[in-house]
């Protein structure tokens, strides 16, 4: 997802295949609306096949609007982008990063995955993809390449394959810097989203290279599968700090996160890690939001002029000790949640300022059975904030430069926890 600076969009008109936010799980922008769903079950079937001669599609309504948060999508395309929303990824099942200047590393292999029964570990370095070398690529483009975002319709989905040239774990570690594993750069990047199980796969893949022990390089043939997202995830990074990290909010994120709160001793706080979380379903956010709350407002938001409030529901846990760990990664519906708790006198900020994404976005479908993604209008927080486009919110303890934000935030939880 690309910033714009003092207004001017710093890309051309989005197509759904390029857009990094679904290489990473991101759902831009908190695409938002609560009526996102009730949208989309309202679009028109595409009744218009490729051949048709309708005068307007996706790109040419995104290419004259103007609106530089605007995505047009194919019909396959928005499946995809559907699909996502409900937390579904096609993908091998790896997790990948840049370790150094010249390797791209697989960091995660999904448990069960196709990736997985290929016989791909962490600690692989990915060397080709298709043949193509991604040394030297930018990582969403190699996530990309995985994917097969850049195919033509129809040869990226379930069950297509893809050739992965890989050097084993115990090469790639070796002779690459004087720090184990190399300079790591900030983050990862997923071909299926968040932390993932997989829902339905076939054959996963093959090593059709000669020589599979340490130190081989081979080329492994791995077959696509459809990948169901775990959005929400717990770690113990202290004692008596639990820290609970939401990737993005798509179906059933805001259920996850109830279900991981009710299990948590009485009375013990909790980290909210929402870094790197840009957005999804605001209704989900809102749902998010309810269980540190007990009713009342989480925000508002217009659709072409008419407002409409978000309110969370009863019932929800007043008395745990919360911090929101957040920071530039942070967009959209994260930071509604952001603003919503801390408005609400139930959260402390930790980190760094957030995106800065005020505007929600809706579908429509176009003639010619592609969609197109237009701004809307714009949400607030329950104080009536905006967040400013590229500016976004400014955390209520900030982490400085070099300083660990996951130990500045269960410090900050400590403090809450004492009543200091």
Not at 68 to 73: F, K, L
Not at 166 to 191: F, I, K, L, N, Q
Not at 262 to 277: A, F
């Amino acid at each position: 997802m690309s910033r714009v600076r003092n207004g001017t969009p710093t890309r051309p008109v989005r197509r759904g295949t390029a857009l990094a936010g679904l290489l990473v799980g991101a759902l831009a922008a908190g695409a938002a609306g609560a009526a996102w769903g009730d949208v989309v079950a309202d679009l028109p079937p595409a009744g218009i096949g490729p051949g048709s001669t309708a005068p307007a599609d996706a790109e040419a309504v995104v290419s004259r609007s103007g609106d530089v948060w605007s995505a047009s999508y194919t019909a396959e395309e928005y499946e995809a982008w559907r699909l996502s929303l409900e937390g579904e990824y096609v993908g091998t099942g790896i997790s990948v990063r840049r370790v150094g200047e010249d390797r791209i590393e697989i960091e995660r292999v999904h448990e069960g995955g196709p990736a997985d029964r290929a016989g791909l570990r962490p600690g692989d370095a990915l060397r080709s993809v298709d043949g193509v070398a991604v040394e030297d690529l930018p990582v969403t483009e190699v996530v990309a390449r995985l994917r097969g975002s850049a195919l033509p319709p129809g040869q990226a989905g379930p069950g297509s394959r893809v050739r992965l040239g890989v050097e084993r774990a115990e090469t790639a570690r070796a002779g690459t810097s004087d720090t184990p594993g190399g300079a790591e750069t900030p983050g990862e990047v997923r071909d299926d989203g968040a932390s993932g199980r997989v829902s339905r796969s076939a054959d996963a893949g093959r090593a059709v290279g000669v020589g599979t022990g340490a130190g081989e390089v081979i080329e492994v043939e791995v077959e696509r599968a459809v990948l169901v997202s775990e959005p929400v995830t717990v770690h113990r990074d202290a004692p008596g700090v639990t820290r609970v990290r939401i990737s993005s909010f798509v179906q059933g994120s805001a259920e996850r996160l109830r279900e991981v709160v009710g299990r948590m001793p009485e009375g013990e706080g909790v980290v909210l890690d929402l870094r790197g979380n840009s957005g999804g379903l605001i209704t989900e956010a809102a749902g998010a939001a309810s269980v540190f709350l007990d009713g009342g407002l989480v925000g508002t938001y217009d659709v072409r002029g008419v407002q409409h409030a978000l309110r969370a529901d009863p019932g929800g846990d007043t008395e745990r000790p919360v911090v929101l760990l957040v920071d530039g990664g942070t967009m959209s519906s994260a930071e509604l949640l952001t603003g919503a708790l801390r408005d609400r006198n139930r959260a402390v900020v930790v980190g760094r300022p957030t995106f800065g994404k005020g505007s929600v976005q809706m579908p429509s479908r176009q003639p010619d059975g592609s969609v197109a993604e237009l701004t809307v209008g714009t949400y607030a927080t329950p104080a009536g904030t905006t967040p400013v486009e590229g500016e976004g919110l400014e955390p209520d303890v900030p982490v400085e430069p070099g300083e660990d934000p996951v130990v500045r935030a269960g410090r900050v939880l400590s403090a809450l926890s004492r009543g200091a």
